[in-house]
């Protein structure tokens, strides 16, 4: 989000996380020394302070949300990686069409392969991060299970009356859903990253010259001729005469 948004729009308006729950209202924003607007200041549900850098809040859909470190991560991670990649690639046509020379070559190939690497271990450190939320999430659906398997008996046996059971149960069951899209969120984010690498990992395999395919198209007509001349020799057959005795 840009800073040069009318902050005072904004004040009041609801804030809710990546899978649209809701975190809290703006009440105010926090200004620089140029009295530009750079974090909003959010009152969360449950009725604490909370800042949020403008950079992690995202209105392009109409409603202000707000973005996870990780996930602004991942949306960098994926956006750049494939730039370098490409700028590296094409670093490498221009040296071999002679359009730079060699020693400004091999200084930028150092920038760029410097940059490919700290981004690929940010990426491996980005997919820990994220498949140990994933854990995660799967702990709090078994705790939500478990929680439910204990209403369900009690309401069973006539220990719990119907509307508590049910009060409980829609609780369970709106965690079990807004549980299940967390973990669906972070499995898509866990497939951009892996889908990153993934590029970044193959490579096109080159084309033979024109003399190793010349040799291999002679190979190929002498091993054809060969199997053809095999052929007729097979078919040269004895012919046998069975006669009676």
């Given at each position: ?195 990153a690498l993934l590029e970044e990992k193959e490579e096109v395999k080159p084309e033979p010259a024109e003399e190793e395919k010349g040799e291999t198209s002679e190979a190929s007509i002498e091993g054809k001729n060969e199997i053809t001349t095999q052929s007729k020799e097979s078919k040269q057959t004895l012919t ?6």
């Amino acid at each position: 989000m840009s800073i040069s948004i009318n902050a005072s729009e904004l004040v009041g308006k609801n804030v809710k996380d990546e899978n649209e729950k809701e975190i809290g209202k703006i009440v105010s924003f926090l200004i620089d020394s140029s009295g530009q607007p750079r974090e909003a200041l959010v009152e969360t549900v449950q009725g604490q302070l909370t800042r949020y850098p403008l950079d992690h809040l995202d209105m392009t859909k109409g409603e202000v949300i707000a973005i996870s470190e990780v996930a602004k991560k991942i949306e960098a991670l994926t956006e750049q990686l494939p730039k370098i990649r490409k700028k590296r690639n094409i670093l490498d046509k221009l040296v071999a069409n002679k359009v730079i020379p060699s020693g400004i070559y091999e200084n930028l190939c150092k920038e760029f392969d410097k940059a490919l690497k700290e981004m690929r271990n940010e990426a491996q450190i980005l997919l820990e991060s994220v498949d140990k939320q994933v854990k995660a999430q799967d702990e709090q659906l078994k705790t939500l299970q478990l929680a439910r398997a204990f209403l369900e008996i009690e309401h069973g046996i006539g220990t719990l009356n119907d509307e508590t059971y049910q009060q409980s149960i829609m609780t369970i069951l709106r965690e079990v859903k807004n549980t299940q899209q967390i973990k669906l969120s972070l499995l898509r984010a866990k497939d951009r990253i892996a889908d990153a690498l993934l590029e970044e990992k193959e490579e096109v395999k080159p084309e033979p010259a024109e003399e190793e395919k010349g040799e291999t198209s002679e190979a190929s007509i002498e091993g054809k001729n060969e199997i053809t001349t095999q052929s007729k020799e097979s078919k040269q057959t004895l012919t046998v005469r069975v006669t009676e005795g």
